[in-house]
């Protein structure tokens, strides 16, 4: 699935901007599908010149106009088509997580600063998940609400996970050169 097809169905939900949609996927979608702006705008531009979202420009005063875009007929339909023949995988992808894997080769600092910094952005993906602000969040179906609460419980438990297991990747200076000196020897 990709960028277009999830800016279609939250188009479902009713018009809204690239800016609009940009907090709907820092609210439901980061834990297992993030994007940014240089993605959804083009996808959004891309669906209305292909017919299956309208664009409208609302003038705002002192600023640029503000695109906001509706799905079409078109849109529904291909949305539909799509979401009943793929074959979607569940994937998670995490450089932090390779780096991780090969923490003995790297200062026991940088490992702490990594997990530090990591903790946080997970605090603060909680924090944006739980209080939105997303327009028209009350009226989201429970199939948002599941998704948005699986990321939650996703993140808590990823959290909790980092905290109780720091311990295991502390490698004492003692025992990685050990381990240096066995892949020399060999």
């Known amino acids: 699935m990709d960028v277009k097809t999830v800016c279609l169905g939250l188009l479902t939900f009713g018009e809204a901007s690239g800016y609009d949609l940009k907090k709907h996927f820092e609210a439901s979608f980061d834990h297992f599908f993030s994007t940014g702006f240089g993605s959804i705008y083009p996808a959004l531009a891309a669906l209305a010149e292909d017919g299956l979202a309208s664009c409208t420009a609302v003038p705002q005063a002192g600023r640029p106009d503000r695109k906001v875009y509706r799905i079409t007929p078109a849109g529904e339909a291909a949305l539909r088509e799509t979401l009943a023949t793929c074959e979607p995988a569940h994937k998670v992808r995490s450089e932090l997580l390779a780096v991780l894997y090969f923490s003995n080769l790297i200062p026991p600092k940088r490992v702490k600063a990594l997990l530090d910094a990591?903790?946080?952005?997970?605090?603060?993906?909680?924090?944006?998940?739980?209080?939105?602000?997303?327009?028209?969040?009350?009226?989201?179906?429970?199939?948002?609400?599941?998704?948005?609460?699986?990321?939650?419980?996703?993140?808590?438990?990823?959290?909790?996970?980092?905290?109780?297991?720091?311990?295991?990747?502390?490698?004492?200076?003692?025992?990685?050169?050990?381990?240096?000196?066995?892949?020399?020897?060999?």
């Not at 603060?124 to 990321?151: A, D, I, Y």
Request: hydrophobic share 40%; with cysteine; glycine share 10%.
């Open 118 to 186: 990591q903790l946080a952005v997970m605090g603060q993906g909680l924090v944006r998940m739980k209080r939105t602000g997303c327009p028209g969040e009350h009226e989201w179906p429970n199939s948002v609400r599941f998704v948005q609460g699986f990321g939650i419980a996703l993140l808590e438990a990823a959290a909790a996970y980092t905290v109780r297991n720091r311990h295991l990747l502390d490698s004492p200076p003692a025992r990685r050169a050990a381990g240096k000196a066995r892949r020399s020897a060999a």
